[in-house]
Each structure stands twice: as C-alpha cells, then as structure tokens.
C-alpha cells in the first residue's frame, strides 16, 4: 500500500523569500508523484508532477518539485512567495498501474506579507 | 473539451438520511474515481468505476455504493448518513482504469449531516 507523510501542519514564510513544503512517500514500484493546492471552499488544483524522467519538476505559478528516490521525498518549492501562495497543499503518491491516489494530510501554507 | 463537473455543489442533510451526488467525467474518459476529502484531512479513495464496473474500493463501508452509466458519469449513494459523512466529494475521470497519474478531479460537493 502506497502512503504519503507530510510532516509539518503549517509552513510560515515571509513574502518573497523561498518557500519549502516537503513530502516523503511509501509505495512499492516506481512512484507517480504529484502535487496539489485547494484553495478555501475550492477542489484540487493540479500543480505538477513527477512521472519519469528529470528528477526536477517544473509546473504552475514557479512552483518546482524535486524527485529524491534515495531519501523518498517530493519537496515543492518556490523560490519566492506570493501572499496568493497561501493555501492548502497536498501531496499525493500512486504507483504505476494502479486505481488509485494516496495523499498526505496536507499543509497550510501561510505567506506574510 | 468539456472538464469533470459535479452536482450539486452544496447541499445539506440529516443524519440517518440518503444522498445521492453526481459527476460527469472529461469528454473521452471511461473511469471515475471518487473520493472524501473530511476536514483537516486530505482526500481518501472511495472507489473506481470503469465502464460500469467497480474496479477497487477503499476502506468505506457498504452504505457507500455508486453506479456508472452507459455516458461515463457517475453517482455516488450514500445511505444512512453519520454525522462523520460531512466532507467534501471529489470525483476525478482518467481514461482507462488503473490510471490514477492521470486523473482530472472535479470541483466537489460539500456535503453537511446535522
């Protein structure tokens, strides 16, 4: 069974600097990684996503994510952060092959302005 | 190409009664996947449905059923309904089971049991 920790409930950082969420995973097989940001009373929002190939990602609004197969991690970052970056971001894993996402907790990102 | 829509977006109801909520998956998708999503928590499988057929199920129980129909869209039935049924519903399609890395996620329904 694949799982996903998140191990911070929320991540402060000030407006313009570098804004980390991390994410290590469990699965058995090469992971599909992704991750998603849901704004207040809204759905997923699709960011980004690793499937094969460069272990660097690059997707929507500067976001970028980095693949560590050795470490099982999934780290997004930014490297500077907008007030409208604040949000609920979560990361999710599923290997190939299979029916279904498994997400963490999620992670309340708050950006200061 | 029209995305996963979901209906209704709110709605309310009491505790012991039955819902219904609805989904129509992207034009060419077969496969609807459905999830709940609890407060402070982050989405659970529920389960797939390709081409009609249940194609995996998570840990619900079996007061949670669905159906898909012959166009792709989905309903998701839930009975008896428990105070802890309140969350949000999201349905994602993909084209072909099996293929969760390619799944499109609706915009939900809030569901609240008072």
């Known amino acids: 069974a694949q799982s996903v920790a998140q191990p911070e409930d929320q991540v402060n950082v000030a407006e313009g600097n570098p804004l980390t969420v991390k994410c290590t995973y469990s699965?058995?097989?090469?992971?599909?990684l992704f991750w998603y940001v849901q704004y207040p009373n809204r759905g997923l929002q699709f960011l980004l996503k690793?499937?094969?190939?460069?272990?660097l990602v690059k997707g929507s609004y500067g976001f970028e994510a980095e693949f560590n197969k050795s470490q099982t991690s999934f780290h997004l970052k930014k490297p500077s952060a907008l007030v409208s970056d604040s949000a609920l971001y979560f990361c999710?894993?599923?290997?190939?092959?299979?029916?279904?996402?498994?997400f963490g907790k999620g992670n309340q990102v708050v950006v200061i302005p | 190409e029209t995305g996963v829509t979901q209906s209704p977006t709110h709605l309310i109801k009491t505790r012991g009664q039955q819902v219904t909520l609805r989904c129509s998956s992207q034009?060419?998708?077969?496969?609807v996947s459905w999830y709940q999503q609890a407060l402070g928590q982050g989405p659970q499988f529920i389960f797939q449905?390709?081409?009609?057929?249940?194609?995996g199920r998570g840990n619900f129980p079996p007061r949670f059923s669905g159906l898909q129909f012959p166009n792709y869209s989905s309903e998701l039935n839930v009975n008896a309904l428990e105070l802890d049924d309140s969350a949000l519903y999201l349905c994602a399609s993909s084209l072909g089971r099996d293929r969760a890395y390619e799944q499109y996620f609706g915009p939900g329904t809030r569901l609240t049991v008072t």
């Open positions: 449905y390709y081409r009609e057929e249940e194609n």
């Open positions: 699965v058995s097989g090469n992971p599909y």
């Open positions: 999710a894993v599923t290997p190939r092959g299979n029916n279904r996402l498994a």
């Open positions: 690793y499937i094969t190939g460069d272990n």
């Open positions: 034009s060419g998708h077969n496969t």
